[in-house]
């Protein structure tokens, strides 16, 4: 989760949500990254959306059920389809999404994946409710 948390400051710094993700293989990261939809002025470019690509070109194959995600907030609808797909042994986030998380739209993961939440919680969320307070003030601020 520390990687996650990396690449969520990284994303913090480009002015983009800041959500970062890593997925391991026998414990080894094989893939990180971090949310670039304003970057590349893509919706689909969330950081579980790009790590989830990254491995599967580092495996060479499209289900990546011996993977493991961590990821600093709740996966949404969409993210949660690509894991669905993807068929990943596990997700780990460190805070939930009560507005657009996965878990509250009634979508499910894969029946095989593993879930858990809450993993450096503190730290992802201050994280966020950091960067959406300063994103706040600046539209205040012009006012």
Known sequence: MKIALEEALIAFHKDEVPIGAAIT???IVIARAHNLTETLSDITAHAEMLVINLA???LGKKYIQECTLYVTMEPCIMCAGALFFSQIGRVVCGTLN???GFLYTGI???PKTKFLSGIMK???KNLLQEFFFFKRKRIYKFK
Do not use: G
């Open 25 to 27: 293989y026998e414990n």
């Open 56 to 58: 599967s070109d580092y």
């Open 98 to 100: 009560y507005k657009r």
């Open 108 to 110: 499910k993961l894969h």
């Open 122 to 124: 503190n730290q992802c």
